[in-house]
């Protein structure tokens, strides 16, 4: 921030020559101008700002609160609670457990199956078959609907006695009649299916556009040497979308540790289908509101999303620096 | 409808507004309200942070009333009692209708900021703990004027924990089995005075291809009914209040005892209560699917079929050991005055004109599936339903509110709701657990 605020001084107020070119120690020609410098500094330093505000003062905020109690009433009743709030999720709370594990479910299901069948979409797609175009907005539709909407539709696949599916199993209105919602030995299965619903769609539409931008030489030169398709897709094409395939394996990720508007919907993520996010919202949000357990539940749930994260950014920077 | 029933999901919600879509008139109407709500400045008083346009003193032209009760019937008659309050004294009610979920969601912050100077709410520890944090205005004048209208279960339940008065009730309406006269009679059934004699009736049913008991608990809270009965009648009234404010471990046996009979009763509720709203068991006992069903009398709602609805009977929760079946649980809907409002005195009128037999009456010609608390209200136009529904909460020697009304919020959404749900589903009960969430969340507060 420092450096921010020294360039948004006048260049004429500051050294004389700031506008003109020259060397810096490196060699290297800078041919900044002064008003340069101040519109880029604005540009860098507005977000800057917004997403320190936004972003890092409510979560340092929420790391501060999970170590207090509070009522959410008034500042002065904030007490200081030590480790209470993670011994009491850890130790106390039954809904956390099952939820570390639901999540750790939903991101084996999203990485094995969800992502895989959106490369498959892809590929197939990719393949200039007719009516392309239709399918891929038939597949990435999901992605766009509405959380209410998701709602309504698979309750209309998973309803005990009329939904759709036991009716194709025969076993609609009769006593054997799974209730794919209710029973939680079940329902985490029927929510994840749903949520490959939406992911699926969301990777195909990303690696549509990877394998678009992969050049058609690549392919044709494996072809000449004789490579099969199969062979020229995993030894050829898929290495050649790596930005892509790391931007596919953060989302998938990301979207597994923040799912919650399918459970949520279903039914506010109790009963089989507890994940560490509606927990969060459960604890933070509304007249069950205890403020110091709900940020504890979040710092656990940021501490776990920051591991992919600086995972990522390492190897992006690392290469950068490298490049 | 009533304003707990945060748990339905979209789909229901969808559905609800299906049935019900609005006609025209009610559109018009809505729109008229919430233009009058623009123009009533209070989101401007909101935004500015200042002072609203009721801190005037005593004589003040009108008052703000904050609505959580959103659904179409009782907005129109909130709006029907509005109406008339303006009518006779010329004052002027600005109302500020909120989507029910949201209205409780954010009470907290809508407490803090700029509050309407009266709003809906309900009696209960939820009234207790803002009343206690200083957020509310004491209403102990309106209660000299009032106060004869009301019984003393009514009064009691309208205390703040400082022993001021703070809420003005305006409805309620009593849980209890709901069943369907014609199956019963067909049957042979009879109502089971004791808890015995409910087991016996319920394997007689069970036996007759009925599942005896409808359940629902996907929401969470409707398990907490069955709960609060099961321990007023093993441990009496005043141990359901203590427990509710922690002031009762939940370790110890009269606790276990209290799922330890649950127990005996899980068998005959319906095994697929976990994956259904209470409008689908609703639909269940319509259908005769289940034999009884123990819920509030919003229940009726469901009933569309006027035939139905006059098939339908109630009976009080069966007597167990103690108290034999002198406390009812009736949760009581009415007004709060905010610490703002408090200066109002138009508001204050407003408040005392809720509590006359005359307001209740205009409220419940609109909307009466509900029990007006006042006495001296038309009773005329009762159904014998209603009749009964009004002499059971008359009868009553205590009145409870319903687990999330009577305990920490918290309480009830965190820790009942999973726990309850689990012990639906396996019918074990970790009551030292249970103790050890209660400690950490009510010392939070």
């Given amino acids: ?85 993670y011994q009491y999720i850890t130790q106390d709370y039954p809904p956390f457990w099952p939820a570390v ?11 094995l199956i969800a992502t895989p069948l959106g490369l ?66 079940v329902n985490i299965w029927a929510a994840m299916i749903a949520a490959t619903w939406r992911h699926a769609g969301y990777v195909m539409l990303l690696y549509l556009a990877g394998l678009k931008g992969v050049d058609p030489s690549l392919k044709e030169a494996a072809a000449i040497d004789g490579a099969n398709s199969v062979q020229t897709f995993f030894r050829v094409v898929f290495p050649a979308m790596r930005p892509i395939n790391i931007v596919i394996v953060v989302i998938t990720i990301i979207e597994s540790l923040r799912a919650f508007d399918v459970v949520y919907v279903i039914n506010r993520g109790t009963n089989g289908l507890e994940m560490l996010s509606a927990l969060v919202i459960q604890n933070l949000v509304g007249e069950g509101q205890v403020i110091g357990v709900g940020s504890a539940l979040a710092v656990v749930l940021l501490v776990i999303s920051l591991v992919p994260i600086v995972f990522y950014l390492s190897r992006t920077f690392g290469k950068e620096n490298r490049a | 409808m009533r304003l707990f029933f945060k748990g339905e999901n979209m789909a229901s919600q969808f559905d609800a507004s299906a049935t019900a879509f609005p006609s025209r008139r009610t559109i018009l109407k809505t729109v008229g309200v919430g233009a009058a709500g623009l123009a009533g400045s209070p989101f401007l008083a909101a935004c500015t942070g200042g002072s609203g346009p009721t801190a005037t003193g005593s004589d003040s032209p009108g008052l703000t009333f904050g609505s959580g009760s959103s659904d179409d019937v009782p907005k129109r008659a909130y709006q029907a009692v509005t109406d008339a309050f303006t009518a006779k004294t010329g004052k002027k009610v600005t109302t500020n209708v909120v989507p029910h979920n949201d209205f409780q969601n954010k009470i907290n912050s809508y407490l803090q900021g700029s509050p309407d100077d009266t709003f809906t709410w309900f009696a209960g520890y939820r009234m207790q703990y803002y009343a206690g944090k200083g957020l509310l205005a004491p209403i102990d004048d309106v209660w000299e004027t009032i106060g004869g209208n009301y019984s003393d279960a009514l009064k009691k339940a309208s205390t703040g924990p400082d ?59 409707p398990a907490m009914g069955t709960f609060d009965y099961i321990n007023m009648r093993l441990n009496g009234y005043q141990f359901h209040v203590d427990l509710c404010a922690h002031k009762e471990s939940w370790d110890q046996q009269k606790v276990s005892a209290v799922f330890d009979t649950w127990s005996a009763l899980l068998p005959f509720q319906d095994p697929a209560a976990l994956g259904q709203t209470w409008q689908d068991a609703a639909k269940a006992l319509e259908a005769k699917k289940t034999g009884m069903y123990l819920l509030g009398s919003f229940v009726t709602q469901q009933f569309t079929d006027p035939a139905v609805l006059a098939d339908i009977d109630f009976f009080a929760f069966p007597e167990i050991a103690v108290e034999g079946r002198d406390a009812v649980e009736a949760p009581i809907d009415g007004l709060l005055l905010s610490k703002k409002g408090g200066e109002n005195k138009t508001a204050r009128d407003f408040m005392a004109y809720l509590g006359t037999p005359e307001a209740q009456d205009t409220y419940s010609a609109v909307d009466p599936s509900n029990i007006a608390t006042a006495k ?23 009145i409870s509110q319903f687990f999330d009304r009577d305990a920490l919020p918290a309480m009830a959404n965190n820790v009942m709701i999973p726990a309850l749900q689990s012990f639906i589903k396996d019918g074990k009960m970790d009551v030292k657990n249970l103790e050890a969430q209660a400690k950490t969340l009510y010392a939070a507060q």
């Fill in chain 2, 376 to 398: 001296g209200t038309d009773t005329s136009k009762f159904s014998p339903l209603n009749k009964k529904c009004a002499e059971t909460i008359a009868d009553a020697k205590f």
């Fill in chain 1, 101 to 111: 594990q639901h999540n750790l479910l939903w991101l084996l299901f999203l990485a």
């Fill in chain 2, 163 to 221: 022993g001021k008065m703070y809420f003005v009730p305006n409805y309620n309406y009593p849980w209890g089995f709901f069943y369907r006269k014609s199956l019963w009679a067909e049957k042979g059934y009879e109502v089971p005075e004791t808890f015995d004699a409910l087991k016996t009736l319920a394997a007689k049913m069970q036996a007759d291809g009925i599942i005896p008991i409808g359940f629902a608990d996907k929401d969470g809270w």
């Fill in chain 1, 120 to 185: 498959l979409l892809a590929v197939l797609l990719d393949q200039n078959i007719r009516g392309s175009k239709i399918y891929q907005s038939i597949f990435f539709a999901p992605v766009m609907l509405s959380l209410a909407l998701i709602g309504i539709i698979w309750q209309l696949f998973y309803q005990r006695d009329n939904g759709l599916l036991n009716f194709l199993l025969g076993t609609a209105g009769t006593p054997r009649a799974v209730d794919w919602f209710g029973d939680s030995s």
């Fill in chain 1, 1 to 85: 921030m420092s450096s921010t605020a020294q360039e948004l001084i006048p260049p004429e107020a500051r050294e004389p020559g700031g506008g003109r070119i020259r060397r810096s120690k490196g060699g290297r020609v800078r041919r900044l101008t002064g008003r340069d410098k101040v519109v880029l500094s604005l540009m860098v330093g507005i977000p800057t700002l917004i997403e320190l505000c936004l972003v890092w003062l409510p979560t340092l905020m929420s790391v501060g609160l999970s170590f207090s109690r509070w009522n959410g009433l008034d500042l002065a009743d904030i007490r200081p609670a030590g480790t209470d709030n």
